[in-house]
């Protein structure tokens, strides 16, 4: 059974991704039921057509596909666990899909919750960040059955570009988890290269553009590293998301016995760059520890 | 002044890379002359029109532009101030560009010898591997004068795609250690990335697929990563090559009193390799300490 564009689709968590994703939904003709704590960042989706009920349990029991989009664990189980949340207005039949990120455990512990409400469920983050969300480019990361996933396509079509089903329930938090990890990674190694360079008295720009051809040449040495070179850590992402990313990392290797250690030595450097005031900057911050 | 193509080219180092750089030579339409300390390898050549004089002393009196390839510092550093090296063959207004990798130190040592002879010198250090010397689309970092660099441009047109002056002597080392510290370590993040999903039981297959099109996307995940999927280890180039960065990193460290812990990481790794006796496997092999 495919989602049908007269399908209901409820979006819990209307920030910086869940916002403009909501919009890519109400452009393709579904029907848009949102919840935001932050009530004044629904005035924008309101005048675009969407309708905030006022509680996770209400967009729950008038959506048949409901998506959260928030920004960590906590606020995450609050929305689907907690009073007037979405367990307590689901109807079975429907299908939950949460597009935040967060560890294998906590998707597997959800879709138990929802498989015994009679629901389908997704874990399916993303990544592409807002210029993703905002211009429907997201690439998306899915664990579920086949079936859930053939119901949810449509609706990721409206969001994301690149959707594949990785697996069970819990699979597309690895996915993401393997996708932050080289990000991170790469991050920190263009910004060391980057810094090995100046140190030496020689033009990092010339450096960067000499390697983009070559196999050093990644999307984060063409945008990441061309930021770092402007001094601009204006987030797309702020870096102190990566701690999530980082813990995951560390839960991983503890759960499988396997050392990462370059992606740990990157995120140890993301926790210096928090731990110092510096979280709401972008990513690209990694390279001030360089300054 | 501009090298023309009536110019004579001498190639010392006629291997892996040596070789095919000294054929797109001929092609150009340049008298070559080459010489190897294993004399079997200059066959091809010959027979493609390439005259071996005997050695470095006597491939240098022939040439107007003198470049060495050879696999490391020694190698060079004889072929150069040896008996019967290029120093003592060199003609005052010629020019010598070493295109192998080494540190910036030994680079800006060797302009100084030359420029005691009258002659002009680059450090051209490349990146591409075989099959960008086979077809001709090398990336060239170049360290030298801006003149002797714009005497070098038709012979880096000759072998390359992209050839960018970075800067003066030993600055083409410099942006070859950025690119092999940003090489190497992405090579090892693709590899715990893959090791990551491979150990929750994941395809590992699936995960490189969605994240190729987002910002862990790299020429390195595109294809180191497809290499390690089909645990196809046979070297472009061998992952014993990057000790040689490894000591560059560790001396720029120690040179600049900076730390790059991500890079840093990931050279351990390739050490660990090494040691174990899977030097001449593909720098891929980082993935097979994950079995």
Request: charged share 25%; aromatic share 6%.
């Amino acid at each position: 059974m495919s989602t049908n564009v007269n399908a209901s689709v409820g979006v819990i968590g209307t920030g910086l991704m869940g916002k403009p994703m909501a919009h890519n939904l109400l452009k393709a003709g579904y029907e848009v039921y949102v919840h935001n704590r932050t009530a004044s960042k629904l005035d924008e989706l309101g005048a675009a057509g969407a309708v905030a009920p006022g509680s996770p349990r209400a967009v729950a029991e008038k959506s048949d596909v409901v998506i959260t989009m928030l920004i960590d664990w906590e606020t995450t189980r609050e929305a689907i666990f907690g009073k007037d949340g979405i367990l307590e207005g689901i109807r079975p039949g429907s299908l939950f899909v949460d597009m935040g990120t967060t560890t294998p455990k906590n998707a597997r512990d959800v879709a138990k919750a929802f498989a015994e409400k009679g629901v389908d469920s997704i874990d399916a983050p993303v990544s592409g960040g807002e210029q993703g969300a905002i211009a429907g480019t997201l690439t998306i990361m899915a664990g579920g059955t086949e079936a859930a996933f053939e119901r949810a396509k449509p609706i990721f079509a409206a969001m994301g570009k690149t959707y594949i089903r990785i697996g069970e329930s819990g699979a597309g938090q690895i996915a993401k988890a393997c996708n932050q990890l080289i990000v991170a990674g790469t991050v920190e190694l263009v910004a060391e290269a980057l810094a090995l360079a100046r140190a030496y008295g020689v033009d990092p720009a010339l450096v960067r553009e000499v390697m983009l051809p070559g196999f050093a040449g990644s999307k984060i040495l063409e945008f990441q590293g061309k930021k770092m070179l402007d001094r601009n850590f204006k987030p797309g992402g702020p870096i102190k998301t990566h701690m999530k990313d980082r813990e995951n990392v560390l839960e991983a290797s503890a759960a499988t016995g396997i050392d990462f250690p370059a992606a740990k030595a990157a995120f140890e450097r993301v926790k210096i760059v928090v731990e110092r005031g510096e979280g709401d900057l972008d990513h690209t911050a990694l390279f001030k520890l360089f300054d």
